[in-house]
């Protein structure tokens, strides 16, 4: 949830729009009607929890096909490698690249 208000922002409702924009686009227009729980006349529209519902989705997308910048393909075994960030993620995360940067440096430095 803190992820979709971060991102959208807290809402009584989001719009379809908003559900194309983190799907990317994804689906068929008839998913999207399929796929929303609140409507109001024929304005299409998402709770909070269906949008969460949807990011999951898209999240499961990408990490079982691979992310991609410039369409490389990242397999979800090299992901699987990974340490598991459950907790404190932006600290944590942190935490392993300043380990990593310390021993790319020392590394560096033996070589030099």
């Known amino acids: 949830m803190d992820s979709v208000i971060e991102l959208l922002g807290e809402k009584d409702f989001y719009t379809k729009e ?3 924009w983190i799907m990317k686009n994804q689906w068929s227009a008839a998913r999207y009607i399929e796929a929303a729980d609140l409507s109001v006349g024929r304005e299409i529209r998402y709770s909070l929890d269906r949008m969460v519902e949807l990011m999951r989705e898209r999240c499961h997308y990408v990490m079982s096909r691979g992310a991609t910048l ?3 393909h990242i397999p979800i075994s090299y992901v699987e490698r990974l340490p598991k960030i459950t907790t404190e993620p932006a600290i944590n995360l942190r935490r392993l690249v300043r380990a990593y940067l310390e021993s790319a440096s020392s590394t560096d430095d033996a070589t030099a």
């Open 70 to 72: 410039n369409n490389p």
């Open 18 to 20: 908003e559900a194309r």
